[in-house]
């Protein structure tokens, strides 16, 4: 099956910038979640979607992250204004996961942003 | 929320020896848990798995135990092989009412293999 795409794969922006991410998940995931990856750190969970509907933003920075999955498909995730220590690798990933057990969730490549 | 800790931080071990990952969670009704593997500037990919009704399982080279009575999970790589010099993540999820799972990663443990 065709895995989890990401775009851009590097981007390298000023802070106070705005810079937006895309992700298309596995075909019949329902679960997208982005996960934010600071150098040396593991993936740390910014939002999960079910379908089109968000189930876990606790940790999304709300004053400045903002995600959206309009379909149930595709999601785009944006920062703005972006700061140093946003500087970090943003995964996607999907599952099958249902309502009452989880599956391998599945990683795209990551969009490796620099802020300067 | 659920809370992962996964110790050590860094591994070295020699060529041929073995290798032991462990990971603490806070959440007792999770059921599932996954270990990745990440190659450097690469994605983390699942390498094994484990749900809350067995205690260990096995796959190759690799292995993983649960004690969920500890809340503990561990993964085990044997006869290890420079190939296997990663991070390696665990991950447990909590439950988000009838929505799901949240999947948490630990902090990820650089296994360095020297040949």
């Known amino acids: 099956e065709a895995g989890v795409a990401q775009s851009p794969r590097y981007k390298i922006i000023e802070k106070r910038q705005s810079v937006a991410f895309w992700c298309n998940p596995i075909s019949g995931h329902a679960t997208l979640y982005w996960y934010q990856q600071i150098l040396g750190q593991g993936p740390k969970l910014l939002i999960q979607f079910q379908n089109n509907g968000v189930v876990d933003d606790s940790q999304l920075p709300k004053d400045r992250f903002s995600a959206e999955r309009l379909k149930g498909v595709d999601s785009t995730l944006k920062i703005q204004p972006a700061k140093l220590e946003d500087s970090a690798v943003y995964l996607c990933?999907?599952?099958?996961?249902?309502?009452?057990?989880?599956?391998?969730?599945?990683f795209g490549q990551g969009t490796r942003l620099t802020v300067v | 929320g659920e809370n992962v800790e996964q110790h050590p931080s860094t591994l070295s071990v020699q060529e041929g020896d073995s290798a032991v990952i462990k990971c603490t969670y806070s959440d007792s009704a999770s059921n599932y848990f996954p270990w990745y593997k990440q190659e450097l500037g690469k994605r983390p990919q699942l390498i094994i798995d484990i749900r809350s009704n067995v205690g260990e399982k096995k796959d190759q080279r690799i292995a993983v135990t649960l004690n969920k009575t500890a809340k503990h999970f561990s993964l085990h790589i044997t006869e290890t092989q420079p190939e296997d010099s990663a991070v390696y993540f665990c991950a447990a999820p909590s439950v988000i009412k009838a929505a799901g799972n949240k999947l948490t990663f630990g902090g990820g443990t650089r296994v360095l293999v020297k040949p």
């Open positions: 990933a999907s599952s099958r996961q249902g309502r009452y057990g989880n599956t391998e969730a599945f």
